[in-house]
């Protein structure tokens, strides 16, 4: 199980906000590779099902550049993004926070789709 000590208990991290997951998903998906904003939604859909408008994918770039946590260079008409410094200490720290959370979830989850996945159903 994913659980994690009391004594190492944290809060959600100031870089992301955990309702949509929508700053952490960036940060993840920027770990992975530098990526300008089209290509983050294209992922984030994939992952989601659905597609993040740029209406909510381009103020979430903004406030993580705002916080440091991201910078971005133009490269013609597109700018590219990449991980700073800083947003690689965000993303551990989101991430625990994300297991500490969500972490039980998951692995009840995982065993979940493995015994319907191994029944006769669906």
Not at 59 to 72: N, Q, R, S, T, V
Request: proline share 6%.
């Amino acid at each position: 199980m994913s659980e994690v000590p009391d004594s190492v208990q944290c809060c959600p991290p100031d870089c992301c906000d955990m309702r949509g997951f929508l700053t952490f998903q960036i940060l993840w998906e920027l770990d992975k590779a530098e990526l300008n904003g089209q290509q983050i939604a294209e992922r984030i859909a994939k992952r989601r099902g659905t597609k993040p408008t740029p209406g909510t994918i381009y103020p979430a770039l903004k406030e993580l550049k705002k916080g440091k946590y991201i910078d971005g260079v133009k490269e013609g008409r597109q700018i590219v993004y990449h991980l700073t410094p800083e947003g690689d200490k965000a993303l551990i720290e989101a991430s625990r926070y994300f297991l500490q959370a969500f972490g039980d979830i998951a692995d009840d989850v995982k065993v979940k789709v493995v015994v319907i996945n191994g029944s006769d159903c669906g």
